[in-house]
Every structure is written in structure tokens, then in C-alpha cells.
Nanobody, 124 residues
Framework: QVQLVESGGGLVQAGSSLTLSCSTSARTFSSYALGWFRRPPGKEREFVAA????????KYADSVKGRFTIYRDNAKNTGSLQMNSLQPDDTAVYYC?????????????????WGQGTQVTVSS
């Protein structure tokens, strides 16, 4: 069973930066696309960003484009999400997930493995 663990969440002020990390037990991590999703309070979980297995292709939600950057390190079986210029609307539980089969990055149903999430709270 593949496990993913997110870390790096916390409480920050608007305008701050935060980096989330995702570590995985997947031996073939380099075979998976990596995605980040978030669930704002009282809302559905939504797509944030994703990166292909090779790192060559990335995709971002319009709401974070230009502020967030997704990375991966296949040698260390880790991924990260650099978040800059955080706003209160970015407050959410953030999840990382792995996609085994190449496809559209945005739909949640494309991802087979999920972490438990890490809370990010941005105060105004």
C-alpha cells in the first residue's frame, strides 16, 4: 500500500510564503504524476497543481497560477508545493496525491493514492 504524508502546513499572515512537502512510500514514485488539491472550509476539494512523472509538464489552477510552484524530486520520493503571496482564500486542508495513469491532471478521480492532508490557514 502506497502511503503519502504531507507536512509544512501552518498559520501564516496574508502575503506570506509557505512550502508544503509530500513524502511517499511508493517505490516507483517516478512513475506517477503528482498532484496537490485543497479543501477550503465548507467547500469541495479542488485541484491546485500537478506535475508529470518526469517533471516536464505542470498544470495549475487559475487561482494559484503565478503564486504557487510545484516541484518533485524523484531521487528522494518527495514533492513540494511552494506557495507565495498567500491570501485568506488559500485557507484549506492541502492534500497530495499520485496518479498512476497519464491523463488530465485536474480530476480527482484520476488519482489512486492520497495523503491525509495538512492544514494551511492564512490570516488577513
Amino acid at each position: 500500500q502506497v502511503q503519502l504524508v504531507e507536512s509544512g502546513g501552518g498559520l501564516v499572515q496574508a502575503g506570506s510564503s509557505l512550502t508544503l512537502s509530500c513524502s511517499t512510500s511508493a517505490r516507483t514514485f517516478s512513475s506517477y504524476a503528482l498532484g496537490w488539491f485543497r479543501r477550503p472550509p465548507g467547500k469541495e476539494r479542488e485541484f491546485v497543481a500537478a506535475i508529470s512523472w518526469s517533471g516536464d509538464t505542470t498544470k495549475y489552477a487559475d487561482s494559484v497560477k503565478g503564486r504557487f510552484t510545484i516541484y518533485r524530486d524523484n531521487a528522494k520520493n518527495t514533492g513540494s508545493l511552494q506557495m507565495n503571496s498567500l491570501q485568506p482564500d488559500d485557507t484549506a486542508v492541502y492534500y497530495c496525491a499520485l496518479m498512476m495513469v497519464s491523463g488530465d491532471f485536474a480530476p480527482q478521480y484520476g488519482y489512486q493514492y492520497w495523503g491525509q492532508g495538512t492544514q494551511v490557514t492564512v490570516s488577513s
